[in-house]
C-alpha cells in the first residue's frame, strides 16, 4: 500500500546529543512537509521540500536542519536537542503545493530527550 | 488573526449514539476545509476536504458540512464505534498559502460502551 512510513516510532536521545529522524514516502508526492506537535498542541509546520527546493518557515529554530537526498526520503536533523524540542515530529506529503492538494500523515515519531 | 475553534473541547458518549462536532473560523481568503481525525500517538488522517463551494461531504459514517457565508463547518458522526475515540481536528487553509495548514484545536471524542 502507499504510504508515508517514519522511522523509529519511538526515539531516545539525550540532552544535546544529535538526532536523526527519517520519512519515506511510496506516493511519488512533490512535497514532503515535517511538522512538530507538542503535547495537546496542533502541529507546527517547521520547514516543507517542493522537489529539491527547500522552505524554511520564518520561527524554525537553526537547530531543526533537513535533507531531502532523493523524492521518496527525508530526514529531519536535530543539531543539539533540548528538553524543549521533546515532541512527537510528523511528515507529511502532497502531490502539490497549492490548491486543494491533500496532505497524506505518517504515524510520527515520539522524541525524548533526557 | 486567521484562526480556527472547535467545540466543543471533550465530548464522551455512548456506543451507537450520533454527535456533532463544530468549528468556526475566520481564515480569508479562504480555501478549503478539513476534518482529520488523529489516534492518540498516531498522526492525523483524512477524513473530508471541502472547497468553498461544497456544502455537504461524507466519508463512511461521518458527514461535514461547510457554510462559507457564516464560516463555520459541522462533523456529524452517525452510530458512532469504539474506534471513534480519538481527536477531530478541523483545519482550513487560505488561497495565497494553500500548504500551511491553520490548525484547530480539536475535539477529543470518546466512546463508551
Known amino acids: 500500500d502507499a504510504m508515508v512510513i517514519q522511522n523509529p516510532r519511538y526515539q531516545v536521545t539525550q540532552f544535546g546529543k544529535p538526532v536523526t529522524l527519517s520519512c519515506s514516502q511510496t506516493?511519488?508526492?512533490?512535497?514532503m512537509y515535517w511538522y512538530q506537535q507538542k503535547s495537546s498542541q496542533a502541529p507546527k509546520l517547521l520547514f516543507h521540500?517542493?522537489?529539491?527546493?527547500?522552505?524554511n518557515e520564518a520561527d524554525t529554530p537553526d537547530n531543526f536542519q533537513s535533507r531531502r537526498p532523493n523524492t521518496s526520503f527525508c530526514f529531519l536533523d536535530i543539531r543539539s536537542p533540548g528538553l524543549g524540542d521533546a515532541a512527537m515530529y510528523l511528515c507529511?506529503?502532497?502531490?502539490?503545493?497549492?490548491?486543494?492538494?491533500?496532505?497524506?500523515f505518517g504515524p510520527g515519531t515520539r522524541l525524548t530527550v533526557l | 488573526k486567521n484562526q480556527v475553534e472547535q467545540s466543543p473541547q471533550s465530548l464522551i458518549i455512548l456506543e451507537g449514539k450520533n454527535c456533532t462536532l463544530q468549528?468556526?473560523?475566520?481564515?480569508?481568503?479562504?480555501?478549503?476545509l478539513r476534518w482529520y481525525k488523529q489516534d492518540t500517538g498516531r498522526g492525523p488522517v483524512s477524513l473530508t476536504i471541502?472547497?468553498?463551494?461544497?456544502n455537504t461531504k461524507s466519508n463512511g459514517r461521518y458527514t461535514a458540512t461547510l457554510d462559507a457565508d457564516t464560516k463555520q463547518s459541522s462533523l456529524h458522526i452517525t452510530a458512532s464505534q469504539l474506534s471513534d475515540s480519538a481527536s477531530y481536528i478541523c483545519?482550513?487553509?487560505?488561497?495565497?498559502?494553500?500548504?500551511?495548514?491553520?490548525f484547530g484545536s480539536g475535539t477529543r471524542l470518546l466512546v463508551r460502551p
Open positions: 483545519v482550513v487553509s487560505a488561497k495565497d498559502s494553500s500548504y500551511k495548514l491553520i
Open positions: 506516493l511519488n508526492h512533490n512535497v
Open positions: 507529511a506529503t502532497s502531490r502539490e503545493l497549492a490548491g486543494v492538494a491533500e496532505q497524506f
Open positions: 468549528c468556526n473560523y475566520t481564515v480569508s481568503p479562504f480555501s478549503n
Open positions: 471541502m472547497t468553498f463551494s461544497e
Open positions: 521540500y517542493y522537489d529539491k527546493d527547500f522552505n
